[in-house]
């Protein structure tokens, strides 16, 4: 929910969902996704332990 967190995660070769509770949605549009709230992503576990997340909401990347 910040441009700082975006960027680390970014630096660090993350792909990033970014949240925009605090901060508005242009401080965030480097983020890989901006979703409206967390309640948008869905996420599964595969059996060999991996996360797959999907969007369920819009994506207000522009």
């Known amino acids: 929910d910040a441009a700082a967190g975006v960027e680390a995660g970014l630096a ?14 242009h401080e965030l549009e480097r983020a890989t996704a901006i979703v409206p709230r967390l309640a948008d ?8 332990a991996a996360m ?3 969007l369920s909401g819009p994506n207000l990347k522009a």
């Open 12 to 25: 660090a070769g993350a792909q990033v969902i970014a949240v925009p509770t605090s901060h508005p949605v």
């Open 41 to 48: 992503l869905q996420v599964t576990v595969t059996p060999d």
């Open 52 to 54: 797959r997340l999907r």
